[in-house]
């Protein structure tokens, strides 16, 4: 199975495939607005408003798993990320990224890069997976890494 052969809800409800991301750069964040890390979402637009027309596309997963730092609906989190720090990337519905609960893109991902120690956990909001044109994941990011630290990263994929 490849990363192209699963879909998502977006923030709006709509099903959709991520092979619509094929030939592109992906960095996939699970995020979450009531947390220390919430500021990254300012980097995240930045790194989309620069690269977006050169094949780069972030997507932002909202999950409450963490000290429930994610509690209010789509809506809420839309509008959050929108007046906030003028998100324009794409937003999905809100995930669980571990658990009996979680999503298959969160299963593939951790599969292909786990985490500290080997561990296939997500351990906090704002963990980062680049993925390349290919739909291979070629890099797990921890969530204190901040978005312009991974910008030469995606820069020699693009």
Sequence with gaps: MS???????T??????????????VMLIVNVASKCGFTSQYEGLQHLHAKYNQKGL?????PSNQFLEQEPGTE??????????????FDMFSKVDVNGD???PLYKYLKKQ????LGLGTIK???????????????????PSTKPREIEKDIQKLL
């Design 3 to 9: 990363i192209y052969d699963m879909s998502v809800k």
């Design 11 to 24: 923030i709006d409800g709509e099903s959709v495939s991520l092979s619509k991301y094929k030939n592109r």
């Design 57 to 61: 596309s972030v997507l932002g997963f």
């Design 75 to 88: 809506k809420e989190i839309k509008s959050f990320c929108t007046l906030t720090y003028g998100v324009e």
């Design 101 to 103: 609960d979680e999503i």
């Design 113 to 116: 890069k786990s985490g500290f």
């Design 124 to 142: 906090w909001n704002f963990t980062k997976f680049l993925v390349d044109r290919q739909g291979n994941v070629v890099k797990r990011y921890a």
